[in-house]
């Protein structure tokens, strides 16, 4: 039976996600700051006060491990707060380049002595962290720290190929959930289904590489 962590599980991507690890009878250590009564159905083992902005917080995570290893790491946990030029808000780009790229970042580096040869690492980014794509401007903190993470990843997969951790970095699609008030073109659990699917055929040939849900290779 595999073992997979998902942060950010007690709703929208995150806890499709689970529902799909748990059907198909993956162990799943789902790590959120606060559960959901349809988390707490879905039988994972779920760690709260997990805030991957901070260390003591991911340090309960790691604890809640203990010695198991790791066969899936996915490091959903993200946040977005909207701006634009005529209105940035500098406090909120801070906190989505905290959340967004270096909690991930802390959270991987963190476990990364639990991922063994043949584990593998899913980052859940967003193709609007894309330079080349993008053609509509505004979004400033939610696309520089997407774009951050993307770079996070990328060297996360050089650093980690030669311990056999292979490294995807997966865009969802426009998914329905909370963060954009449901205003998405993608139900969670379809795209949870394509986030799975890259991540079942990710390969250490392959580490590094940017997708989107439905197997599109996306440009940085």
Sequence with gaps: ?????????NRGIGLSLVKLLRARGDSVVAACRTSSPALDKLGAEVVEDVDVTDDEGVAKLVFALRDRDLDLLINNAGILRPDSLDKLDFEGIHAQFAVNAVGQLRVTAALRKHLKRGSKVGFITSRMGSIDDNSSGGYYGYRMS???????????????????????????????????????????????????????????????????????????
């Design 1 to 9: 039976m595999s073992l997979a962590i998902v942060t950010g599980a």
């Design 146 to 220: 997407k774009a951050a993470l993307n770079m996070a990843a990328k060297s996360l997969a050089v650093d980690l190929k030669p311990a056999g951790v292979a490294v995807a970095i997966l865009h969802p699609g426009m998914v329905k959930t909370d963060m954009i008030r449901g205003h998405g073109q993608v139900e969670p659990d379809d795209a949870a289904r394509g986030l799975l699917a890259r991540l079942d055929q990710l390969t250490l040939e392959a580490t590094g590489t940017f997708w989107h849900a439905s197997g599109e290779r996306l440009p940085w």
